[in-house]
């Protein structure tokens, strides 16, 4: 399978399949990386023992210098410092203006290695090798970054990737937490966009639970898809990208009130999609989304309710520090129905004080 990012000419390719590892010499060559400049592979510390190998063997394989950087698995290592060891490396190894930086890993790897990319010289090539479920949603679009100790993602860029290389094989062994952490953003791309695909990850979750070859393969394509064509629509945000970020200001505060990694990225998300779906119905909107927003949600093993610890006075003041909050007025994506989303400027604090509340007492 094969997706086309259209951004003219910074287009480029989304490979999805099984055994694709062993590729990544032909594909880099055909990207037209020469062999004559070192590439630089950057990985974690779970990721590494399981995968590393291969891939060095198949870029050597090909005639390719590599040098590869291992940092510690953990959000942690999205840092200005982790950023500038791997740079050290990078100026140690001698990477040139015609070098690439692959990223093996999931969504930590991505983001800093691609923020390296985007800075090494000014810019180099970047080559993104996912390997968890959650970064089909990462590895298309385009955001790099690392954190501020004060502000996640604070510090990076807009940098395309000249290639995606998505080897379904490497998903095998992630743990369960994390596989339905990451199907909460590929549900999120049906609940946006697409509501035939939101009702068909509904019926075959089971299957993607298990990882079924052919069931995540479709359901992989499908929302890395839905997400290349509105970053195709809106590189930088300015309007439809927005949408993605259903869920995500209830579900970035969940995450920073109760410390980093308590709930995974698609955990906090899907009970962000689920007080979204509350506000929708406070706003007049149907109350089947919100009933089919848990039933989707529940059946993928994702949490949909609050735990009682968390306090509400704790989440709006954590949701005033988000940037896409302005002005006295909070700014929601709320499903208008399912497969459908608007952006809503002047949401009341109280309604969303009140779907806080309500996301806690369900859960009692
Ligand atoms: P992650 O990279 O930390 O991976 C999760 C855990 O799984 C880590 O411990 C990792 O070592 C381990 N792991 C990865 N692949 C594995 C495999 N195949 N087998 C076994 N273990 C494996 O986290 P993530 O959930 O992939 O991504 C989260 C990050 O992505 C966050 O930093 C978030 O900000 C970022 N993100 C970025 C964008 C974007 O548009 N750039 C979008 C969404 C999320
Ligand atoms: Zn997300």
């Known amino acids: 399978r094969s997706i086309t990012v259209e951004l003219g000419e910074r287009s480029y390719p989304i490979h999805i399949g099984s055994g694709l590892l062993r590729d990544i010499g032909r594909h880099c060559v055909k990207a037209g990386f020469p062999l004559r400049s070192p590439l630089l592979i950057v990985s974690d510390s779970e990721v590494a023992p399981r995968y590393l190998p291969m891939v060095e063997a198949a870029l050597r394989g090909e005639g390719y210098v590599v040098v590869s950087h291992v940092i510690p698995a953990g959000e942690a290592s999205k840092s200005l410092a982790v950023y500038e060891e791997v740079i050290t490396t990078a100026i140690q190894a001698g990477l040139d203006r015609s070098s690439a930086v692959l990223a093996l890993g999931g969504g930590v790897v991505g983001d800093l290695a691609g923020f390296v990319a985007a800075s090494y010289m000014r810019g180099i090539g970047f080559i993104q090798i996912p390997t968890t479920i959650l970064a089909h949603d990462s590895s298309v679009g385009g955001k790099v970054a690392v954190n501020h100790p004060l502000a996640k993602n604070m510090i990076g860029a807009f ?206």
């Open 159 to 364: 940098y395309q990737p000249s290639l995606v290389l998505y080897d379904l094989d490497t998903l095998s062994t992630l743990p369960p937490r994390q596989i339905s952490s990451g199907l909460a953003e590929v549900v999120k791309h049906g609940l946006i966009l697409d509501r035939d695909f939101a009702y068909w990850c509904l019926e075959h979750a089971s299957e993607l639970l298990s990882l079924n070859t052919e069931a995540l393969g479709y359901a992989l394509e499908r929302g890395c898809a839905i997400k290349a064509r509105v970053v195709s629509n809106d590189e930088r945000e300015h309007g439809q990208r927005a949408f993605l970020n259903l869920g995500h200001t209830i579900g970035h505060a969940i995450e920073a009130v109760g410390g980093y990694g308590v709930f995974l990225h698609g955990e906090a998300i899907a009970i962000g999609m689920a007080g979204s779906a509350l506000l929708a119905a406070k706003l007049g909107r149907e109350r089947v989304i919100y009933e089919d927003t848990i039933a989707m949600l529940s059946a993928l093993s994702l949490p949909v309710r609050l735990p009682a610890e968390y306090s509400v006075d704790e989440l709006m003041e954590a949701m005033m520090h988000d940037k896409k909050f302005k002005e006295g007025k909070m700014t929601f994506i709320v499903p208008d129905s399912i497969g459908a989303v608007s952006i809503v400027n002047d949401v009341q604090q109280s309604a969303v004080r009140e779907v806080l509340a309500q996301l806690k007492k369900e859960g009692s």
